[in-house]
């Protein structure tokens, strides 16, 4: 059961994260507590499950990226841990996860490519097919960038 300093800990967990030399510091004292307390609280949930990642959200056009694309990979259900490992390996590649295929729709792993231009990504994913040794994949491009927003939880708490 998460008690009301937990709440408030996983509130402030979901603000833009301080880009100063002591981060867990700077968050803790916000808090009232101790760095360590947090730090200790912070890998009880993660081995608990309650958090399962944290993460930083690319805005990649502001960082050059103008091209990006949903690879659909075909994947022998064996090979989706192996060609996983491969794929999350390469800088271009910022998602890699695993679906279930649907009768009309037969791809079971997708990657999200980012790039320069459509050809970069076409010419990625071709390496990647070659190295992997898959065939069949489609490229999804995308037209307009939405907004990204993640699951806000406990936002009514005062830090």
């Known amino acids: ?6 709440k408030k800990i ?16 700077e968050i803790a004292n916000k808090l ?6 947090l730090l200790s609280r912070l890998n009880k949930y993660t081995q608990s499950g ?6 930083a959200v690319l805005k990649h056009r502001e960082v050059g ?16 841990q192996e060609i996983g490992r491969m794929f999350s ?5 910022t998602h890699c996860y695993a679906r279930v295929t649907q009768p009309d729709w037969p791809y ?19 390496e990647l097919a070659s190295q992997a040794e898959l065939e069949e994949y489609i490229m999804l491009f995308s037209t307009k960038e ?14």
């Open 108 to 126: 079971n792993f997708y990657t999200m490519l980012h790039a320069n231009s459509r050809e970069q990504c076409n010419t990625i994913a071709k």
């Open 10 to 25: 996983i509130s402030i967990m979901q603000d833009d994260f301080p880009l100063v030399a002591k981060p867990y510091l």
């Open 146 to 159: 939405w907004k990204k927003n993640s699951m806000q939880y406990f936002r009514k708490i005062k830090n």
């Open 89 to 93: 390996k390469v800088s271009a590649v």
């Open 1 to 6: 059961m998460l008690d009301e300093l937990d």
């Open 32 to 37: 009232g507590i101790s760095e360590e307390e």
């Open 65 to 80: 990226y103008t091209a990006n694309a949903l690879c659909a990979w075909n994947v022998p259900e064996e090979r989706i």
């Open 50 to 55: 309650k958090i399962r990642k944290m993460g």
